[in-house]
């Protein structure tokens, strides 16, 4: 019985898989895996040669998934630690292989071509060339007729199936005219012989494979730069001294030396030390960050000049750089939408094929007259010949590969291929403002306390100090940071409470106290008065923020806390109303900050006072209007907005929370990456449509001139040769189109 997909506790895991030779196989191993009870979903991606299977596993082990595909003709590999160096060691080694088989085809090869086409009239050119291309054919070329009868013993056909149908009938038709030439004389016709096509498409196969390999192997290059920022040994400090270890070896907490020039093994904190550090292979800021002690630092970035002591607190599978690394290969390993009809067209695209080569010979047969026989099994073969899904089945993964594996090197990590492709129909995006526009980082820039509480104001900045230290609200901080140094100590507070989007409430000696906005003051009607507002509007000029101190009678004291604007937001909301998207602001800030700050950046609509309920509401009300909303913030409160948008954008240096359920996030500050990610966007979807249509045309015009639709009228037939070169370079035409990508400039 089917186990319950809907079952909650599932694993998901990207294992990678061997022997694929086409995108047909990529349909065979996808459907092994997912006919199988407990899994959810399969996903192979040809051009990264990897499964990614969500399953549950109590249903199903990974050796059971690993058995499927080894039933399949296949194979998984599923060392998790050393997987895909094992993959890589495997391709290498079947390169090598096949390039060396390919040099010994060809030498064979030339002079059977040469005899074939000049000089068949030679003694015994039949048997020579038969000697020749019979290793050509079945030892050089053995994988392809090995590959098509393993997929014959599971009743599939894949590439395989078309080449070694192909080139076996033209080399057995061939062979039977050159011991039997009688049986042709005796009806009048020339028994001709089909050796160098049948060799000649072999060569040309196993060239464009050669190529092709070398072509995927540069869509990869992300994955294996951002591997290459992992160190293998690093330097520890313990009792003992300085040991140097491998890197699979240090523990949390580990203190950890790190030279000028070397690359930063862990996460951690430094302990000791400072120096500049090159975070541009993670955050793709090129200006070098100065850090001392306490600062943070990621595995992968590069240390400039200065020596340090650092605190491991994340390692292995933990660092952030590692983190991205499995970003990038899930979304690497995703389909896009418009790869579901790909697939579609792939998996019934050999058996048509067949069915087409059939129905060819059958036509010569019928009308084809007095060379019907010979000019229909060329045509035949040909058409088995110039007929590869696999153009097809690299159109959408390599553009995919080379796109995202781009975005990466520039600080844009993007989740799944159907993120990147929204990224093009967005035409409304919606901004959060505190940390997103704004730096973030607010500070305190007046703290006014009124002739009634002044007295107490020593009192009162102790209970504002401890009230703002336990709410998570990024302006408390600016508050926290600027009484720490003048204050005498923080006091213990009773039924605290933190009232998002409106501020917090503590309890002191039976008197409640409250920290925030003119919202939260009106719902515990307490008053504000003509006087306090006249001050407040006096002080609160430009785009700062006013923070209401009162307790459960009156108005305390007001603060003022400016958050400065990022230096790019102007240029990158510029260059966003250019591209014809909308922008609006939505902030939990009241309407006098929210309008200074739409002004100054250039943002036309903005909507102040929102709880995280509203501003999650408001997508929906732009996704009601028919608009493709996407959302940029990087705090908790943007999480169920984020969520809720077509797209989201989380800031890299925001909460976990709105990381994780971004469609893309942004390792940068840098709102002039928003710009950039929706370009990569457009850039990449518009190669995936051209790898498609090219894919799409090259069969639907080769196919009917390889069954020899131009004959009666123009009396040209397509050489099985010309075919299978045609049919080789297709996939190598996407491939190249698709590393087209890196060269583009964001």
């Known amino acids: 019985m089917k186990a319950n997909k809907s079952m909650e506790h599932t694993s998901t895991l990207n294992i990678p898989v061997t022997g694929m030779s086409c995108a047909g196989c990529a349909a065979s191993v996808e459907q092994s895996i997912a006919d199988l009870p407990g899994v959810n979903e399969a996903l192979v991606n040809y051009a990264s040669q990897t499964l990614k299977v969500t399953y549950q596993p109590d249903f199903v082990k990974p050796e059971s998934l690993k058995q499927a595909v080894q039933d399949a003709g ?136 050669v190529l092709e390999a070398g072509a995927k192997a540069n869509t990869a290059t992300a994955i294996k730069k951002l591997m290459g920022l992992q160190p293998r040994t690093l330097i520890v400090l313990d009792e003992s001294g300085e040991r140097e270890i491998p890197l699979s070896e240090v523990q949390l907490g580990a203190v950890v030396l790190v030279k000028p020039g070397q690359q930063i093994p862990v996460d951690g904190a430094l302990r000791q030390g400072s120096s500049y550090v090159d975070e541009s292979m993670i955050t793709g800021e090129p200006v070098p960050v100065l850090k001392s002690v306490g600062s943070q630092v990621f595995a992968g970035t590069i240390n400039q000049k200065g020596s340090f002591q650092m605190v491991a607190t994340k390692v292995g599978a933990e660092t952030t750089l590692a983190q991205i690394i499995k970003l990038v290969q899930e979304a690497q390993g995703s389909k896009a939408p418009i790869q579901k009809l790909v697939d579609k067209v792939a998996s019934v695209f050999v058996p048509v094929v067949l069915g087409v080569a059939a129905l060819t010979l059958l036509v010569w047969l019928l009308l084809g007259g007095v060379n019907a026989t010979t000019q229909g099994l060329m045509a035949t073969v040909t058409v088995l010949v110039i007929a590869c899904p696999c153009a097809l089945g690299l159109a959408t993964p390599t553009a995919l590969m080379v796109g995202i594996g781009k975005g990466a090197a520039q600080g844009i990590l993007i989740k799944d291929a159907e993120a990147l492709e929204l990224g093009v129909k967005v035409n409304t995006l919606i901004f959060d403002k505190t940390g997103t526009i704004t730096q973030g980082e607010p500070v305190v820039s007046t703290l006014h306390y009124f002739e009634h509480s ?94 209401y101190f009162a307790d459960e009678e009156q108005v305390l004291a007001i603060a003022t806390i400016e958050d400065k604007i990022k230096a790019s937001s102007a240029e990158a909301i510029k260059q966003l109303n250019r591209s014809h998207i909308e922008v609006v602001m939505l902030t939990g800030d009241n309407e006098h900050t929210a309008a200074a700050v739409a002004l100054k950046v250039g943002i036309k609509h903005f909507k102040a006072n929102m709880l995280p309920e509203d501003k999650a509401a408001f997508v929906k009300q732009l996704q009601g209007q028919g608009k493709v909303v996407g959302m940029i913030g990087d705090g908790i409160n943007d999480s169920q907005a984020l969520a809720t948008a077509d797209l989201s954008i ?25 710009p950039k990610a929706l370009k990569l966007s457009r850039i990449t ?56 990508l890196k060269y583009i400039s964001l």
């Open 74 to 209: 296949y194979d998984l590999i599923l060392d998790e630690v050393n997987g895909l160096e094992k993959q890589q060691e495997i391709q290498r080694d079947a390169y090598v292989s096949l390039k060396r088989r390919l040099i010994f085809a060809v030498i064979l090869t030339i002079p059977i071509a040469i005899l074939g086409m000049f000089m068949m009239d030679l003694p015994y050119a039949n048997f020579i060339m038969l000697a020749l291309s019979t290793p050509v054919l079945f030892i050089f070329g053995r994988s392809f007729f090995a590959n098509a009868f393993k997929q014959a013993l599971h009743l599939r056909a894949n590439m395989d199936t078309l080449v070694a149908l192909s080139t076996g009938t033209a080399f057995l038709f061939s062979t039977f005219n050159t011991f039997y030439p009688e049986f042709w004389h005796r009806r009048g016709l020339h028994p001709h012989v089909y050796f160098e096509a049948a060799a000649v498409v072999i060569v040309s196969i196993m060239l464009g494979k």
């Open 454 to 547: 002044k007295p107490l104001a020593a009192e009162l900045n102790q209970i504002l100090l401890s009230l703002e230290q336990q709410s998570e609200h990024p302006l408390a901080a600016a508050v926290v940071k600027h009484l720490q140094s003048s204050t005498n100590g923080v006091i213990d507070l009773k039924d605290f409470e933190s009232i998002t989007g409106k501020g917090v409430v503590g309890s002191h000696n039976g008197r409640k106290y409250f920290v925030g906005n003119a919202a939260l003051l009106s719902s515990n009607n307490i008053s504000i008065g003509d006087k306090i507002e006249a001050q407040a509007s006096l002080l609160q000029d430009g785009a700062k923020t006013l923070i």
């Open 650 to 674: 989380a800031m890299g240096k925001g909460s976990d929370i709105a990381i994780d359920v971004a469609g893309m996030t942004l390792m940068s500050s840098d709102l002039m990456h928003v």
């Open 685 to 740: 979807v518009k190669t995936i449509r051209q790898n498609l249509f090219w894919a799409f045309i090259y069969n639907l015009i080769g196919i009917p001139i390889a069954a020899g639709i131009l004959y009666p009228a123009f009396g040209f037939m397509l050489n099985p040769m010309i075919a299978g070169a045609a049919m080789a370079l297709s996939s190598v035409s996407v491939v190249a189109n698709s590393l087209r």
